[in-house]
């Protein structure tokens, strides 16, 4: 005769639970490990970047575009520091897209400093399509004299020798495209200060590791070098008017015609310009929805990584025994230890190192983002809101 056995209530809640804290060990030590290799891969880009093939015997002139929307946060510093660059011949142009944008006046002002042989102002409305930053350089790459060009977002403050490094690898025929690292500064409240995090501490890392190691070649738009015959092969800014990460599909699209996405191991600084937590937390949003359209795959894997989040959890499923609390010690000592190591020698982010105490606050709030970045079928970008395809272009809500 069949004997049924009934399995007591109890046993099976224990059993689940003992799955589901086994669940959150998963991503508590891999982002552990994870860490530790984005240390590694950060001094082996440091130490090990092969040297130059080609040098240039005189400096080539360049075109450094400049587009620019408002009137940000220490706009003036950072359109003065592309002017005053150590470089023996550039010209500059600052792009907007409206006759009554607010920072005209303080773009006038820089062309009639340095004149108008250094600078130029680009007063241009093109719609190539839903990328507003590339229908915007599009209007300054008319007034492009050269044809080495530099892109430079309007947030980005440069050191003076920053042309010179950005344009030298481009002696090597080979080289499609140079981009730099960067790091955030000048943030004010605790919201962009979290911004600061998510790109010097998380952002950055993940980049150079992934570049490091073969998984994804990087092309970062804040500050980009290339030829102006290599943007053409590509199709021209016409090729991605209408992806939401246009600086990771123009990478792409280089590396298509064989040549080298080049990150060379110097470091701009992006300042930080978030008005209120709304618009942090939009951002922080927009940030993920970023890397799930450049790299969908990647960016799903990314779960078993979140070290911090699910050791928290894993200690609350302990009840915060011995055991759970010294999970999450050890990772949150880990994480922080590894970020420090990163800001303080990576990047020189001293700014970053003094507000790391908020790092695991960012690195909880980041898995909610996570999720919303694919349950969130619009985006916003510049105050607009913009329906997401899965291919990763934008599409303007009707």
Excluded at 364 to 377: G, H, M, Q, T
Aim: include cysteine; proline fraction near 5%.
């Amino acid at each position: 005769m069949l004997e049924v056995r009934v399995v007591p209530f109890d046993y099976l809640a224990l059993s689940l639970l003992g799955v589901v804290e086994w669940i959150c060990l998963v991503p508590a030590i891999c982002g552990s490990i994870f860490a530790v290799l984005c240390v590694l891969t950060m001094i082996w880009f440091h130490a090990k970047r092969p040297a130059l093939k080609a040098r240039f015997n005189d400096w080539p002139p360049v075109t450094v575009l400049k587009p620019v929307h408002g009137l940000e946060k220490n706009l003036r510093e950072n359109l003065r520091s592309t002017c005053i660059q150590e470089y023996p011949g550039f010209q500059v142009v600052f792009s907007v897209q409206e006759l009554d944008d607010p920072a005209i006046p303080l773009l006038r002002e820089m062309e009639k400093e340095f004149g108008p042989e250094r600078v130029a102002v680009a007063i241009e409305n093109y719609r190539l399509g839903t990328n507003g930053k590339i229908n915007n350089l599009m209007g300054g790459l008319l007034k492009a004299k050269y044809d080495i060009l530099v892109i430079s977002d309007s947030d980005v403050r440069l050191k003076p020798d920053y042309l010179k490094t950005i344009v030298a690898p481009l002696a090597d025929p080979d080289i499609g495209c140079v981009c730099t690292l960067y790091k955030a500064a000048c943030a004010e409240r605790w919201f962009e200060r979290i911004e600061m995090l998510t790109l010097s501490a998380d952002l950055i890392p993940s980049a150079v590791f992934a570049h490091i190691t073969g998984a994804s070649k990087v092309c970062f738009g804040a500050t980009t070098a290339l030829r102006r015959q290599t943007l053409d092969q590509v199709g021209g800014l016409q090729a991605l008017a209408d992806y939401l990460v246009e600086d990771f599909e123009m990478g792409q699209l280089i590396a298509g015609l064989g040549k080298k996405v080049w990150l060379i191991p110097y470091v701009v600084e992006t300042v930080v310009d978030l008005k209120n937590a709304s618009q942090w937390w939009n951002h922080q949003v927009y940030w993920d929805q970023n890397n799930r359209a450049a790299r969908p795959l990647v960016f799903f894997m990314t779960y078993i990584i979140r070290s911090v989040p699910f050791a928290l959890l894993y200690a609350i499923l302990r009840m915060g025994d011995p055991l759970g609390l010294a999970v999450l010690a050890a990772v949150l000592g880990i994480r922080l230890l590894t970020a420090a190591t990163i800001l303080g020698w990576g990047l020189r982010d001293y700014e970053g190192l003094r507000n790391l105490a908020l790092l695991p606050l960012r690195d909880l709030v980041a898995l909610v983002s996570y999720v919303l970045a694919y349950a969130k079928r619009t985006t916003v970008w510049r105050g607009k809101e913009f329906v997401l395809t899965r291919d990763g272009r934008i599409l303007a809500r009707k």
